[in-house]
């Protein structure tokens, strides 16, 4: 599995997100994506694509998104082991 170069993402700070296409389930944005260009070799940055790469709550892959696509989740929402919309059985006190 290939993951996704990305650079922070600032004003997207919260916990978790819903995705649209993918109901049900929380994610976490890790960061604008970036790609090497033709100036990478010498320059050594990479160009952002426009989107962001998110990972499911509780997963290891990564995904691209259009920006948006990506709704903020209220801590109450979702579960923080299983990353459902709607489970309750993470056991976070006060939360819920």
């Not at 995904?63 to 919309?85: I, R």
């Amino acid at each position: 599995m290939r993951t996704k170069h990305y650079e922070t993402a600032e004003g997207f700070n919260a916990e978790a997100y819903s995705v649209k296409g993918w109901e049900g389930i929380a994610f976490r944005v890790r960061g604008w994506e970036t790609e090497p260009d033709e100036d990478t070799g010498w320059s050594g940055y990479e160009v952002r694509t426009g989107n962001l790469v998110v990972r499911m709550v509780g997963d290891d892959r990564d995904y691209s998104v259009d920006p948006d696509d990506v709704a903020e989740l209220a801590p109450e929402d979702y579960c923080t082991e299983c990353g459902q919309v709607g489970c309750r059985h993470d056991g976070r006190e006060g939360v819920r």
